[in-house]
């Protein structure tokens, strides 16, 4: 039972526009959302979060947004670089359950030049 | 700033032989996890410790065992390796147990045949 979904593994985006990246979650427990960045041969890395009481979250080229009545969240970059190029990994976790991440299949995302 | 060190980072392994995947971290982090990715299933948590002689069991904690002898140290044994268990295994520290933003080491890609 996959409770956070990445259904799209993979996304292609020329340099210099925006690269949206979508999760979706099942479990109305969960209260905190995280996505990592992960380049070949490293472990992830963290990127930007956001708490269920907000809808938005805002870093640089990266912002994150929230929706909790449709239990969907987003990444957005703009505008994307191809140092961007990464598998992105879309988690979240509940105070309920020990903050425990549970992690989604991940996006592949390419930015071409 | 060494983060998390995981060693080795390859690792071949016959069917039925063990070994122990070594993880530390110099950040005096309370909160250590052990993860395995694989092709399409994102990263699952095995087993996860809170502090120095405290562990528990993930969602995949089967044919694993760990230990927490010190707060640096948090090695994943596999008692007897079977062809289920190839994969990439990561391991993640936080600095307590509700921070979600986990420091990821480089990965070991753990073989068995």
């Known amino acids: 039972d996959q409770q956070v979904k990445q259904n799209s593994p993979s996304l292609s985006v020329q340099e210099g526009r925006i690269s949206i990246l979508n999760c979706d979650y099942t479990?109305?427990?969960?209260?905190?959302f995280l996505w990592y960045k992960k380049y070949p041969a490293e472990g992830p890395t963290f990127l930007i979060s956001?708490?269920?009481?907000?809808d938005k979250n805002e870093d640089g080229r990266f912002t994150v947004f929230l929706n909790k009545s449709a239990k969907h969240l987003s990444l957005h970059i703009v505008p994307s670089q191809p140092g961007d190029s990464a598998v992105y990994f879309c988690?979240?976790?509940?105070?309920?359950?020990?903050?425990?991440?549970?992690f989604g299949t991940g996006t592949r995302l390419a930015v071409r030049p | 700033n060494a983060g998390v060190t995981q060693t080795p980072k390859f690792q071949v392994l016959k069917t039925g032989q063990s070994m122990t995947l070594q993880c530390a971290q110099d950040?005096?982090?309370?909160?250590m996890s052990w993860y395995r990715q694989d092709p399409g299933m994102g990263l699952r948590l095995i087993h996860y410790?809170?502090?120095?002689?405290?562990?528990d069991q993930g969602e995949v904690p089967n044919g694993y065992n760990v230990s927490r002898s010190t707060t640096e140290d948090f090695p994943l044994r596999l008692l007897s390796a079977a062809p289920s268990q190839t994969s990439v295994y990561f391991c993640?520290?936080?600095?307590?147990?509700?921070?979600?933003?986990?420091?990821f080491g480089q990965g070991t890609r753990l073989t068995v045949v």
């Open positions: 988690a979240a976790s509940a105070k309920s359950s020990g903050d425990k991440l549970t």
């Open positions: 479990n109305s427990m969960f209260d905190y």
């Open positions: 410790s809170v502090g120095a002689g405290i562990t």
């Open positions: 950040m005096n982090h309370e909160y």
């Open positions: 956001i708490s269920s009481i907000k």
């Open positions: 993640a520290s936080t600095e307590w147990e509700g921070s979600a933003e986990a420091f």
